[in-house]
């Protein structure tokens, strides 16, 4: 698999022949789901959670309404760093969604 790393608004996106691979960090229990771009890294407050795997769900679903394509965890199952693959997007599209759908600090 041929991977290519993209620095976007300083996040680091791996382009595959997939998608792209989002890097997350989770802070779960929040009391709203919030994407946010702090020291060039996305961080995601969930309301569920770490139980059962709820966080990993409500990610998931979020994700997918978000970029309106699959995705896919695709390793830090219990861990807050996880990586997500965004099947059939170019990693200029997830910068222009994730920017504008996140808030800066």
Same mark, same amino acid.
């Given at each position: 698999m041929l991977t290519v790393q993209v620095l976007c608004c300083g996040m680091k996106l791996q382009k595959t022949a997939q998608g792209v691979v989002l890097d997350v960090c989770v802070k779960p229990n929040a009391t709203v789901f919030q994407l946010k771009i702090e020291d060039n890294e996305l961080v995601v407050s969930c309301c569920?959670?770490?139980?059962? $795997?709820?966080?990993?769900?409500? !990610? !998931?679903?979020?994700?997918?309404? !978000?970029? $309106?394509?699959?995705?896919? !965890?695709?390793? $830090?199952?219990?861990?807050?760093?996880k990586k997500f693959l965004i099947s059939n997007i170019e990693a200029e599209e997830v910068n222009r969604i994730l920017v504008s759908a996140s808030s800066f600090r």
């Open positions: 569920e959670a770490p139980v059962k $795997g709820k966080v990993n769900k409500e !990610l !998931l679903k979020k994700f997918s309404r !978000l970029f $309106g394509r699959k995705v896919e !965890l695709v390793s $830090g199952f219990t861990s807050r760093q």
